[in-house]
């Protein structure tokens, strides 16, 4: 493959690639399963800094692998999650400071319809919590300082919660998980948090979330993505590309921010981490949390 730009380089595999700078930061967008290979193979080369999409890794061991390589290297690892920067997000985040006694929840809601749900589980069978809703998860780490070290007690919204055993298109194999999946969180400090994520939540729509905060139960505040102005410009790139999925036009405008974030600290040379970006520590604690959470529901569900 050949690109129009000089600049742009194409290879068949990643031995064939060379860091041609000093300062070079790798972007690892593929399989979940190939980033532990993926990682330690671009660290070897030489790259100083690694954008990973979330969650990072399969499994919370190999991310506390790759980042003590990291660490051993000097290598500094940002993970993709979008919503750490997301407006409806910063907003409530704002309101919920300025308001004594508030709580946030955050409703987290996909465009599948029931009759998707079995390649749905089958595609993301690392289930609903490393997956759909480790994007709450690593808000929850982030701004409401959730570990599971400092988790006090967990609530789970039993009505909310649908728990399904469906067979994969594909393989045939059973994957049992959530279409949809609520809890309350408090913490040993007292932060209290409520994440509600459901995968056929606007079935065949466009998806979105909203951030809800209330006081004593009573909704004082929210906001959602898309707002009005958002969904005009999804309905203008859908329209100009039906076959994308409608969530990449849900998230363009995140990522560019994420992504502009990380390469300005870089280039600048700044200490510390960029604003709002989560970090492979921050990544480990999300999904050691979700692996927390699979455990504790799969016992209330036996």
């Not at 990072?56 to 790759?66: D, I, R």
């Not at 905060?213 to 102005?229: C, N, Q, Y």
Request: charged share 30%; hydrophobic share 35%; net charge negative.
């Amino acid at each position: 493959m050949e690109s129009s730009d000089p600049s742009v380089k194409f290879f068949a595999d990643l031995k064939d690639w060379t860091p041609e700078s000093k300062n070079t930061c790798a972007l690892i967008a593929g399989r979940t399963a190939d980033n532990p290979r993926i990682f330690k193979e671009l660290v070897d080369k030489g790259c100083t800094h690694i954008y990973l999409e979330k969650p990072g890794a399969p499994t919370v061991k190999e991310l506390e692998q790759m980042m003590a390589y990291a660490k051993e290297k000097g290598v500094k690892v940002y993970v993709g999650y979008n919503k750490n920067v997301t407006k409806y997000v910063r907003l409530a985040l704002q309101f919920q400071k300025n308001t004594e006694g508030a709580s946030t929840t955050f409703v987290h809601n996909n465009a599948y319809t029931e009759e998707e749900l079995p390649e749905c589980f089958e595609r993301n069978a690392e289930g609903i919590l490393k997956n759909m809703a480790i994007h709450e998860l690593a808000l929850l780490v982030t701004y409401y300082d959730v570990r599971v070290d400092t988790v006090k007690e967990v609530v789970p919204d039993m009505e909310y919660s649908r728990r399904l055993t469906l067979n994969g298109p594909s393989s045939g194999k059973a994957h049992t998980d959530f279409s949809r999946v609520g809890f309350t969180v408090t913490t040993t400090s007292g932060n209290s948090v409520t994440v509600r994520a459901d995968r056929c939540g606007d079935p065949g729509g466009k998806g979105g979330s909203v951030a809800i905060v209330s006081v004593d139960g009573d909704e004082k505040f929210r906001a959602l993505t898309p707002d009005d102005a958002l969904k005009r410009k999804m309905d203008a790139g859908q329209k100009a590309d039906p076959a994308m999925m409608p969530y990449f036009f849900l998230q363009d405008e995140d990522y560019k921010i994420l992504k502009e974030r990380v390469c300005n600290h870089i280039m600048t040379g700044a200490e510390g981490s960029p604003e709002g970006i989560a970090t492979i520590e921050i990544a480990v604690e999300a999904l050691k949390l979700a692996e927390y959470l699979n455990k504790f529901f799969d016992k209330a569900f036996a």
